[in-house]
């Protein structure tokens, strides 16, 4: 198993739907990130868990909803999204919640390509 | 207002040169500074990192080097190889702030053999 999986790699969903996207790590770490990356633009970050617990929601829409069941699997629940909503969403984790950046790299998952029509 | 700044969208070089990577960021909280890699159809992964007490940090062919004052960092990848050929992104953080890292939009290296 790779240390951070995301399910499914592509998703396709109209405006109605609801979907969820699905990341599980494999590495003991207690904290996990939402991450979008928009075409041609940075990785933004979406939502913060630590030790299950959300901890920053950096202004997403209510149209996403994270959820964190324990400290190795995250979920990102999807409904009446936007066409502008289609990006590339990104799953991480680290170590630590907090503390030092030098011992608190994040791992990152493949990604679920979203489109949105 | 975007803090950590990738001007370069694309760079090609041949097999064998150095690669140099740039990257610039205007908030002077920022303290510590992350190179990523990214092939297709797979995740960042970490490659390098720095902090602001130091202006260099190599590790085999990657190095990084930091110009606080410019508020500048470079990637520099001596000897390059195909398999360097990736999208790198540059990414910074206050190191006690716990999670939030701020990235830039990334350059795609291309290595010809």
């Known amino acids: 198993e790779t240390g951070v999986t995301q399910t499914p790699r592509h998703l396709v969903m109209g405006m109605t739907n609801k979907k969820s996207l699905k990341c599980e790590q494999h590495?003991?770490?207690?904290?996990m990130y939402w991450y979008k990356q928009s075409a041609k633009k940075p990785l933004e970050l979406m939502f913060v868990?630590?030790?299950?617990?959300?901890?920053e929601n950096n202004s997403v829409p209510s149209r996403f909803s994270p959820e964190c069941p324990n400290s190795s699997h995250l979920f990102l629940h999807l409904h009446t999204l936007q066409p502008e909503d289609s990006a590339l969403y990104l799953c991480?984790?680290?170590?630590?919640?907090?503390?030092?950046?030098?011992?608190?790299?994040?791992?990152f998952g493949a990604g679920t390509r979203l489109s949105v029509l | 207002d975007q803090q950590v700044k990738q001007n370069s969208p694309s760079l090609s070089v041949q097999e064998g040169r150095i690669s140099i990577l740039n990257c610039d960021y205007t908030?002077?909280?920022?303290?510590?500074f992350l190179w990523y890699k990214k092939y297709p159809a797979e995740g960042p992964t970490f490659l390098i990192s720095i902090s602001s007490i130091k202006d260099k940090n190599e590790d085999g062919r990657f190095t990084v080097f930091l110009n606080k004052s410019a508020k500048h960092l470079s990637l520099h990848i001596v000897p390059s190889q195909p398999g360097d050929s990736a999208v790198y992104f540059c990414?910074?953080?206050?190191?006690?702030?716990?999670?939030?890292?701020?990235f830039g939009e990334g350059t795609q290296l291309t290595v010809n053999p």
């Open positions: 990414a910074a953080t206050v190191e006690t702030s716990g999670s939030r890292l701020t």
């Open positions: 991480a984790s680290s170590q630590e919640p907090s503390g030092r950046w030098s011992k608190n790299i994040q791992y």
């Open positions: 908030n002077s909280m920022f303290d510590y």
């Open positions: 590495l003991g770490h207690n904290a």
């Open positions: 868990y630590n030790f299950k617990e959300q901890t």
